[in-house]
């Protein structure tokens, strides 16, 4: 029986988590960069890992300034 190998709570991602995920490596890595983190750790903040609450932050504003940036879609 491998039913109990799984973990209990799964991390659920917010919009913006997502909205990361969905981005190329390329955009990923500099956005991390921007946020004064690895690549790993931005990763692992998309999926709804635990980081440091002042990567988290500084992740969620380099995502919504790109975010802003962009134009919107009709």
Not at 5 to 33: E, N, V, Y
Not at 49 to 55: Q, R
């Amino acid at each position: 029986m491998r039913g109990f190998l799984r973990p209990a709570i799964r991390p659920r991602a917010d919009d913006l988590q997502r909205a990361f995920g969905t981005l190329s490596r390329h955009r990923r890595s500099k956005l991390a960069h921007a946020a004064q983190t690895t690549l790993l750790k931005a990763h692992q903040w998309s999926r709804g890992g635990t980081v440091a609450p002042e990567v988290a932050s500084a992740l969620e504003d380099a995502v919504k300034a790109l975010q802003a940036k962009a134009p919107k879609k009709a």
